[in-house]
């Protein structure tokens, strides 16, 4: 280890180069590579944790780079967990940087959690974080949760004893899940992109007080953070008694027998510039599901022709690329189309749908010779 590259956080009052060893020996495990998930994972590496794995399946979108600061312009498309190992052995050669492509589930969760000593929940939907925070209980895994929302974020510590012994978990908050739809998450509800880097940074800094044995974590405490009015409260968690958690593996994959986590659940609508992104992907289909009459009448080489009137004769078909992206007029059928294809397909594709259609994003698709 070089001492010299954090030599500025050495040379600080009661951190020295007994912390710096603690942060080069110690295993954190970073679940989503979004919002959240860069800036935790710049500060960490930064800071020289000397082993980090990053759990992600999905990969970058154009209105993604508002927020997860890792990633540019050139990326749209990329899977996250390479475009941000590649980005971070560039900041800090010294360290190892495991990607896991995948999506977490019960059946995979519980092995990757095994391998670290600190676990950081950078995700944005309910099913993931209760999903965790059952593995940690049941590992006993320090837990760091983090999740934002417009101009808020939250913060806290789990399954760590306190000075009373006392040790919570999610659930103690929340104790059951909330159903889908009923809170919105922030494709839904928006967030300013400064937040989600203001609470992945404190997150960070709680790994990294843990680690080395600085300052206070945020044990059984949750911080609520509100940016318009920089104002900050603190609440103090204590342990529930109205839910079950595992405490065999056989009891967790039961618990868990509802989380279908394996990949998005649904089509993803993207704009024209995520399309010619995908476009450039090597195994992508671009299908037109507009009559045969309609117009403009788009390239044939580019665009295969599947009119809705048609497309359940087409589902019998085999489509071999990873990347299906459907359009229409409107942007109506595509979805129809998107969500026929999501139920034969199930989370083997990736599937999208243009919003807004062609009438939107019409100057992309006109030429001199289908402009009629």
Known sequence: MKTERYDRQIILHGFGEEAQFRLSAARVLVIGAGGLGCPILQYLVAAGTGHIG?????TIALSNLQRQILFSTADVGKLKTIVAVQRLQEMNPEIEIKPFNLRIQKNNILDLLKAYDIIID???NFDSRYLINDACTLLKKPLIFAAVSG?????AIFNVKDHQGKATNYRDIFPVSPQAGEIPNCAENGVLGVVPGIIGAMAAAEAIKMITGIGKPLINILLHYNLLNQEQYQMHITPATDYTLPTTEDDFLKMNNHHDLESPSTYIEVDAIQMHA??????TLLIDVR??????????????????????????TDIQEENILLLCQHGIRSVAAAEALQEKYGHSKKIYSLKGGIVKWRDHFLTPSNER
């Open 278 to 283: 995908l476009q450039q992907l090597p195994s």
């Open 291 to 316: 009559e045969r009459h309609e117009v403009p009448v788009l390239d044939p080489v580019t665009y295969i022709k599947v009119p809705m009137s048609e497309f359940d004769t087409f589902l019998n």
């Open 122 to 124: 950078g995700t944005d």
């Open 54 to 58: 990053i759990v992600d399946d999905d």
């Open 151 to 155: 101009y808020e974020g939250q913060l």
